[in-house]
């Protein structure tokens, strides 16, 4: 079963700690950005979208999926050619110009591998707005709580569960 983030930005108060977690667990390369939208912040990274555009682009095979689902980025052969970065609906692609490469959220791949959740979501703590697990069991938990969702993905399957609080319109306003 696919494990995934779920977003209640109803719940992010903009904090940055999301952000400052990203970036102490990756050497200071952060791949974590918070987005304002009307009054509101969602914390934003990568969606692995199933069908990933960066991936289909990659001329070298640097972006691949992993068997877990998780989209990366083998800095080894990436040529910096940034195709990965223009492909992706989300802007969640940076070009790391001091390597050369570009670089965007593994969901922390090492923590992954001791079965622990991505450094964004334990630094959420106070809050709780990130949450990581199974994707099935957050949409029923989300379902059986009554709560608006929105699937941010791109090109099929799972992504990145948002709640939408309520008086958010479906024209964003």
Not at 124 to 133: E, N, R, S, T
Request: overall charge negative; aromatic content about 6%; hydrophobic content about 35%.
């Amino acid at each position: 079963m696919k494990k995934m983030i779920f977003c209640d930005i109803s719940r992010c108060d903009n904090c940055g700690e999301c952000v400052s977690a990203c970036a102490r667990e990756h050497y200071g390369r952060n791949s974590m950005f918070i987005q304002p939208v009307s009054d509101f912040f969602i914390p934003a990274n990568c969606r692995h979208c199933e069908h990933s555009p960066c991936v289909e682009v990659c001329p070298t095979g640097a972006c691949s999926r992993t068997d877990s689902g998780v989209v990366s980025i083998a800095s080894m052969k990436c040529v910096g050619c940034q195709l990965c970065a223009i492909a992706c609906p989300f802007g969640a692609i940076w070009f790391d110009a001091l390597d050369k490469v570009s670089r965007k959220c593994d969901e922390c791949k090492e923590r992954l591998a001791y079965d622990l959740e991505p450094a964004c979501v334990k630094a959420c703590v106070p809050q709780h707005a990130l949450v990581y697990g199974e994707y099935e069991d957050l949409l029923k938990d989300a379902r059986d709580r009554g709560i608006h969702l929105n699937i941010s993905r791109a090109g099929g399957g799972s992504g990145m569960l948002i709640r939408i609080p309520a008086g958010i319109d479906k024209e964003g306003g």
